[in-house]
């Protein structure tokens, strides 16, 4: 494990709610940081990392980490919603109140605010949820984050195609598909059509692959000191935080979204000079938002709208009046992020590699004979 990459994560995860709780910054523009071009850029990286020596269930592999996770979370955040879990401001009082006059009517009053929720649009949002269907003008996904996962599945498709095309050109192959496919989108699309941003974290993903070469030909190749490795890696990250200030000033301008593959490879490297330099990141709590990320960015957004209810309506810490308010509303996603963690990211995570480990046990077809298979393209 690449231990600053892990910290990174964390922090991608902590920008993205940054952005969704909707904080103003002077001008009246909000950002997420990169967050989430962050996010495609390490796994561009992880991707070419993880297949240097292996490709073996490639595919496989990433479905069992990244989808079951996000389908347990589909019927979680329903339940949220159709509970009344999502607006405690309403939901809490009600439910004290009956508790102390009449116990029976609670267990009615949840079931049938779940019953009206679920209807059959819901439903059906639920379902092509589920199947990853892009955003568009009348479609957004139940969880909020939905759409960037169909993306990030695409990507997990053209990378393994690519290697499965040829092993020595496949990251090129990748890098060019998904670089066509962008240029073609940013030709046919208009930056205010929903359709946009089905493509605008593709440069993120593409970053990522040059990552890996960077790391794999340059970083790991250079013979100098620690100082120049922790220098190199400041001017890195000063490039990093120069787009971020760039793309806050072209907020709802066309080329804030060019900025962000551009960026996410610039913290990216700055995290792998640091690597590089010896610098290990021993702090329990940053190593456990990388740990949890995943978890905190899929629920975030169903916490932020039950946050929403109190902070608007009682004296509850506004995250845009105080940085208290901040501080407080990012901590209590964080808690959920370690407990949707814990109850569920963890044990499905450990299932796909008993599935996958006992796949490896059955008879397959040797490397070698992989590499030397006559339908290999290239």
Not at 80 to 92: E, I, Q, R, S
Not at 216 to 223: D, E, N, S, T, Y
Not at 242 to 259: C, E, H, P
Request: charge should be positive; glycine fraction near 6%.
């Amino acid at each position: 494990m690449i231990k600053t990459l892990h910290v990174l994560r964390g922090f991608a995860s902590l920008a993205v709610v940054f952005y969704h709780l909707d904080i103003p910054l002077p001008g009246g523009n909000h950002t997420d940081l990169f967050g989430v071009a962050i996010f495609f850029t390490i796994s561009g990286f992880l991707m070419c990392l993880t297949t240097e020596k292996t490709v073996d269930k490639f595919m496989l592999k990433r479905v069992l980490r990244v989808l079951p996770v996000y389908w347990v979370a589909i019927p979680v955040t329903l339940l949220w919603y159709g509970t009344g879990l999502a607006n405690p401001f309403y939901t809490v009082p009600t439910l004290a109140h009956m508790i102390q006059s009449d116990p029976g009517h609670v267990a009615p009053f949840i079931f049938n605010n779940l019953v009206a929720s679920l209807n059959p649009q819901m439903v059906q949002r639920a379902v092509f949820t589920g199947f990853l269907w892009p955003k568009t003008v009348s479609f957004t996904p139940i969880i909020g984050v939905g759409w960037t996962l169909t993306i990030e599945m695409v990507c997990y498709v053209v990378f393994g195609a690519s290697i499965w095309l040829s092993r020595k050109y496949g990251i090129i192959i990748a890098f060019c598909s998904v670089s066509a496919t962008f240029l073609i989108g940013s030709t046919l699309i208009s930056p205010d059509q929903q359709l946009w941003q089905n493509f605008v974290y593709l440069p993120p993903f593409a970053s990522g692959l040059i990552a890996f070469y960077l790391w794999k030909h340059v970083i790991a190749q250079l013979k100098v000191g620690r100082v120049i490795f922790l220098l190199m890696a400041a001017v890195s990250a000063s490039v990093y935080v120069y787009l971020v200030l760039s793309q806050v000033a072209l907020s709802g301008q066309r080329y804030s979204d060019y900025l962000a593959g551009g960026a996410s490879l610039a913290i990216v490297a700055a995290a792998l000079l640091l690597e590089r330099s010896g610098v290990r990141v021993a702090n329990q709590l940053f190593q456990l938002l990388g740990t949890i990320s995943y978890s905190l960015y899929l629920i975030h957004s169903q916490i932020i709208d039950a946050l929403r209810t109190l902070w608007e309506n009682t004296s509850f810490p506004n995250p845009h009046h105080t940085a208290g308010g901040v501080a407080v509303n990012m901590g209590i996603c964080v808690l959920f992020g370690l407990l949707f963690y814990r109850a569920v990211e963890r044990p499905l995570v450990t299932l796909g590699h008993k599935i996958t480990a006992s796949l490896n046990r059955s008879p397959t077809t040797s490397r070698a004979s992989y590499e030397a298979s006559p339908e290999r393209v290239l």
